[in-house]
């Protein structure tokens, strides 16, 4: 099994900057990526961005070129930097890793949540 940890969220201004932390334990020799997800109130999870253990990324369009998703292998840590933070980013923030054979055999992992709140 593995256990997420996720650290970072707070209150920030809008075009303020924060950095999540999301420290995985268990079996970690079987993730295959890792990402974070976003759920505002009233609506739906969303994916933000993802991370192969290759370090291939991808992001969702609302969060190009301002967020930064990265890999620590070493302290087995994802980071996901968030510039130019907006009111919209506002959302309680998910760790996500999935394990096992990609299209055969994956297994879902999720943290608690942080919250982001973007606000003047």
């Not at 890792?34 to 609302?62: C, F, H």
């Not at 959302?91 to 973007?118: D, E, F, I, M």
Request: aromatic share 8%; charged share 15%.
């Amino acid at each position: 099994q593995v256990q997420l940890v996720e650290s970072g969220g707070g209150l920030v201004q809008p075009g303020g900057s924060l950095r999540l932390s999301c420290s995985a334990s268990g079996s970690i020799f079987s993730i295959t990526a890792m990402g974070w997800y976003r759920q505002a109130p009233g609506k739906q999870r969303e994916l933000v961005a993802t991370i192969t253990n290759g370090g291939s990324s991808n992001y969702a369009d609302s969060v190009k070129v301002r967020f930064t998703i990265s890999r620590d292998n070493a302290k087995n840590t994802v980071y996901l930097q968030m510039n130019s933070l907006k009111p919209e980013d506002t959302a309680v923030y998910y760790c996500n890793a999935k394990s096992g054979v990609p299209l055969l055999r994956v297994l879902v992992h999720w943290g608690q949540g942080t919250q982001v709140t973007v606000s003047s």
